[in-house]
């Protein structure tokens, strides 16, 4: 099992952070794509982390992924989304009619345009480097996110969100998009989702002001609403391991589908515990997990397995003999 931890990115990390950007996908709009708008993003990041144990005010937290050395992954927290500026998803609604004097019975299915994420936490910019992928990298990359909201709770408010990405195919194209967006924005799929990223008031301008019967849409389109990429797969099996449910909300670009959970309902807040470095070290404890610094000045997780030294992944996250460190058992060692 890799011996990687993921930790809070610093000034130190800006270098190969924006060698990083050439290997993201386009598609990927919360990964910062130059370097200026890289060092914002830590020095965002920083200024979160400095915080006192606050409600969110819009806050990003920025965690990097570090094995000997290397960066290999990032992953963010966006907090209090859609108050600063709205965050649009179409929301599906079941219609069903009936004429009883013809016997037939309709059941259609209509995309409202909803601003319905107020005040949540976004889980974002899960990026993993294609040659570190295995080993539980992927999984540790996005459970670090997870264990930062239970390290204190209170800055993420009542409930967490992701928008997993929506299928599209090897060129790139959306059906959804095609069907959908492109109607009313006039202008590339990739365009208007990097446009979004920036300013969402475009969006409330162009798109239309009435629900959408998505019997009108061509089946290529209908059939990838709430479809995952093939890439995001996973993260949509470990986000729904986790709690996190699909709620008949889904992306406006290219329909992929939106998770969400109350944050007391997340499988890693609710059954993460702290104790003495020293009763980890003694023992007895989890036979595979993770374990994090839970201070937020110092936080970092790792993963760990029975065979490990307990003081060896201890000194991974940086946690004193004297300390606390927080321990999630995966689901796959519970009794």
Not at 22 to 43: K, N
Not at 86 to 106: G, M, Q
Not at 227 to 239: S, T
Not at 282 to 288: L, V
């Amino acid at each position: 099992m890799t011996t990687a931890i993921v930790r809070a990115a610093t000034r130190n990390d800006l270098d190969r952070l924006e060698a990083m950007i050439a290997h993201v996908d386009p598609g990927m709009l919360t990964m910062p794509s130059s370097r200026e708008a890289m060092a914002a993003r830590i020095e965002r990041s920083l200024a979160a982390f400095a915080r006192g144990s606050l409600p969110p005010q819009n806050e990003c937290y920025f965690l990097v992924m570090e094995e000997e050395g290397e960066l290999l992954g990032t992953a963010s927290i966006f907090t209090n989304l859609g108050v600063e500026r709205p965050f649009y998803s179409y929301r599906i609604s079941r219609d069903a009619k009936v004429s009883p004097e013809l016997d037939v019975k309709v059941e259609l299915d209509l995309l409202f345009l909803v601003n319905d994420y107020h005040g949540d936490s976004e889980l974002g910019t899960l990026f993993i480097e294609r040659k570190a992928r295995g080993g539980g990298r992927g999984r540790l990359l996005s459970f670090a996110r997870l264990m930062l909201i239970a390290a204190d709770p209170i800055r993420f408010g009542p409930k967490a969100m992701a928008e997993i990405r929506g299928f599209t195919d090897r060129e790139g194209r959306s059906p959804f998009w095609d069907a959908v967006g492109s109607k009313f924005f006039r202008m590339e799929y990739r365009i208007a989702d990097s446009l979004s990223a920036r300013d969402h008031r475009f969006i409330a301008d162009l798109m239309p002001r009435y629900p959408i019967y998505t019997s009108l849409l061509a089946d290529e389109a209908r059939k990838v609403i709430a479809r995952p990429h093939p890439d995001a797969e996973p993260a949509y099996a470990m986000l729904t391991a986790q709690g996190f449910r699909y709620n008949d909300v889904v992306d406006i670009f290219d329909a992929g589908p939106t998770l969400e959970a109350f944050i007391d309902h997340i499988d890693t807040v609710r059954e993460t515990i702290r104790m003495p470095a020293a009763d980890f070290v003694k023992g007895p404890r989890p036979a595979a997990g993770l374990a994090a610094n839970p201070s937020l000045g110092t936080f970092a997780v790792t993963q760990f397995t029975a065979d490990d030294d307990p003081s060896a992944v201890l000194a991974r996250i940086g946690v004193g003999a004297a300390e606390e460190v927080a321990v999630y058992r995966l689901k796959a060692s519970r009794p």
